[in-house]
């Protein structure tokens, strides 16, 4: 693929497109014409999601009004309790939340919000963005179905710039105001396939959604980008295995697509699925490349030795990726996700920062070609090396990601 093409795409799709948006649905149709770019065909497969739209959302702090935004899925009504900042989830910082709004840092995970819940908390507030930066962007975050398991509380998402005022003022008193409409939605992922000589298939995944501030060009265009380039240089000799690509939507809303799409499909399909190749990330113009593989360590070490011979700079680690890949291994197939990440200092992502600004189509290009190099030997192996089956520390780490077990701290 040409640096043109490259950047040619990255224009066409400077735009937000969260999972369920007409915009995510604009960006998969204009995926399917660039697959028939390759003289390959695509198709739009939809899952049903969990959507919302908010008609308003106020916050309240000691009588002022601080600019926020509702959670989606939260629930509607309003609350007003007193302020409590909770830095920390061990069980003294845990005991001040009864009957209160608590604040927290960072995102609210399962474990922190159930314990939120258990200690009586009455409402929530999350903040981000970043107090250094100029610009007082909000995301529009969510409050997932698996986090909450129905037990809503009312949520707003604020600037750190606020935050940090609200906590220095010694705000007492908050009031949160929510009112929206719940529904079940559509999200959509896209899948083309390329039949190779045998039904053994490598699956190819690249989420192509964003989150609510980002254009999403280095997170996660470049990946989607990648894979086209894997479709368009496989398209023009019959690959030894069968190949398909996904991408796939709705995975900042949490693997929604892929774990629909895994979920969708039988024992006797998931067998025939040897390996899945993911990209999350690549192509900026700082940072280094990794490969993060689920699956035996025996693959970890042979992208290490055939990057090395191939001349290329990678990490490579055996754990799970918070991308696509996951619930792939989820369902036993060896996966791995390639990335390339850059320093914070230099590219940020799910804020309006990520544009093709950070990118650069001549990294872009050696990724691809190194990314393309490792799969021709993995799609035309005379016998397909990895094992199909997952190891018992990647299985225990799948078990804390997917929050059937909690990690001890
Ligand atoms: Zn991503």
């Not at 908010?54 to 509607?76: F, H, M, N």
């Amino acid at each position: 693929m040409t640096g043109e093409k490259i950047q040619s795409i990255f224009r066409d799709t400077a735009y937000v497109r969260t999972g369920g948006s007409g915009a995510e649905l604009r960006t998969a149709q204009y995926l399917v014409e660039r697959c028939g770019d390759y003289g390959v065909s695509a198709k739009i497969w939809p899952f049903k999601v969990d959507m919302a739209d908010v008609k308003s959302a106020e916050l309240i702090a000691d009588g002022r009004k601080i600019p926020c935004k509702g959670y989606l899925c939260c629930g509607s009504g309003e609350v007003e309790a007193e302020l409590y900042y909770l830095p920390n989830t061990d069980k003294c910082s845990l005991a001040g939340c009864r009957g209160k709004v608590v604040m927290i840092d960072g995102y609210l995970g399962y474990w922190t919000y159930h314990d939120i819940l258990d200690n009586g908390a009455v409402g929530f507030i999350t903040y981000d963005g970043d107090a250094n930066y100029i610009d007082r962007d909000i995301d529009r975050r969510e409050l997932r179905s698996y986090v909450s398991e129905g037990k809503k509380i009312l949520g707003v998402n604020i600037n750190a710039k606020d935050a940090i005022e609200i906590i220095k003022s010694g705000c007492k008193t908050v009031r949160i105001a929510i009112e929206q409409e719940e529904y079940e939605g559509e999200s959509r992922n896209v899948i083309a396939e390329i039949p190779g000589e045998t039904d053994e298939t490598v699956v190819f995944t690249a989420h192509y959604d964003s989150t609510s501030l980002s254009q999403g060009a280095y997170d996660n265009m470049s990946g989607s980008i990648g894979i086209l380039a894997a479709l368009e240089k496989f398209s023009s000799v019959k690959p030894r295995r069968t190949l398909r690509f996904i991408w796939c939507g709705s995975e900042e809303r949490g693997l929604l697509g892929s774990k629909a799409y895994t979920a969708s499909l039988s024992e006797e399909e998931l067998k025939k699925i040897v390996l899945n190749i993911n990209l999350d990330m690549i192509g900026s113009a700082m940072g280094r490349f990794i490969a993060c593989c689920s699956s035996e360590n025996k693959l970890v070490n042979y992208i290490e030795y055939f990057a090395c011979e191939y001349g290329f700079g990678i990490s490579c680690r055996q754990d799970v990726y918070s991308s696509d890949s996951t619930p792939f291994a989820d369902k036993g197939v060896p996966s791995l996700s390639f990335a390339r990440l850059a320093p914070h200092n230099t590219a940020t992502i799910h804020n309006s920062y990520d544009t093709a600004d950070v990118m650069s189509a001549e990294q872009m290009k050696k990724d691809i070609d190194f990314i393309n190099a490792f799969s021709e030997r993995m799609i035309n192996a005379a016998a397909f090396p990895v094992v199909h089956e997952i190891p018992d520390e990647v299985k225990k780490k799948l078990d804390y990601y997917l929050l059937r077990e909690r990690e001890k701290k």
